[in-house]
């Protein structure tokens, strides 16, 4: 069955950096795209960043571009979201997805149960 | 970027049809994805492309999208269907996934 596991987050000062991670499992993981969602506290979802399968297309929320970066590695079947320059606002519970591709349509089919990032002094 | 919108709460009797709708300019042309939270769980898909259900959810859950406005319907409404329901979709020009601001279902 698929699974998708976050780790990596916590509690950091404003202008810190953290790492997150999404151990995938349970299907071909090289063949979708990936996404971070997060969700701040009593707030909607927020799209933060994709990627696609092998990496070389990617795209990033206006409200992180320039301090988040994606990546994946897709031999160890796993996702990240590097973090810089954190604010106050970008705490939030962080979710990994599976995207599917459609034409003309992107949707999340899994999602991770998340991993909560703090940032505060 | 694109812009959708979402009534903030919507409350049913049980038995009762629930609609939720998620509007944008023209959101007609785009296809529209929901989810429904339940508290402390993940987002789980219920509709995608518009009508499309996913294995395992229930036919009592249908979509469509016309105009400016797509709606999730929820008929014969069940307690356990009382959750967070947002509305996605793909801004191709900005190649952003947008989310609505998400519905409160309450059932009464």
């Known amino acids: 069955q698929v699974q998708l596991v976050e780790s990596g987050g916590g509690l950091v000062k404003p202008g810190g950096s953290l790492r997150l991670s999404c151990a995938a499992s349970g299907f071909t993981f090289s063949d979708y795209y990936m996404s971070w969602i997060r969700q701040a506290p009593g707030k909607g979802l927020e799209w933060v960043s994709y990627i696609s399968t092998s990496g070389p297309t990617l795209n990033y929320a206006d409200s992180v571009k320039g301090r988040f970066t994606i990546s994946r590695d897709n031999a160890k079947n796993s996702l990240h979201l590097q973090m810089n320059s954190l604010r106050a606002d970008d705490t939030a519970l962080y979710y990994c997805?599976?995207?599917?591709?459609?034409?003309?349509?992107?949707?999340?089919?899994?999602w991770g149960q998340g991993t909560l990032v703090t940032v505060s002094s | 970027s694109y812009v959708v919108t979402q009534p903030p709460s919507v409350s049913v009797a049980p038995g009762k049809t629930a609609r939720i709708t998620c509007g944008g300019n023209?959101?007609?042309?785009?296809?529209v994805h929901w989810y429904q939270q339940k508290p402390g769980q993940a987002p789980v898909l219920v509709i995608y492309n518009d009508s499309d259900r996913p294995s395992g959810i229930p036919e009592r859950f249908s979509g469509s999208n016309s105009g400016n406005t797509a709606t999730l319907t929820i008929s014969r409404v069940e307690a356990g269907d009382e959750a967070d329901y947002s509305c996605q979709l793909w801004d191709s020009t900005a190649d952003h996934r947008v989310f609505g601001g998400g519905t409160k279902l309450t059932v009464l």
């Open positions: 997805a599976r995207e599917v591709v459609g034409v003309g349509a992107h949707y999340f089919d899994f």
């Open positions: 023209n959101i007609g042309s785009k296809n």
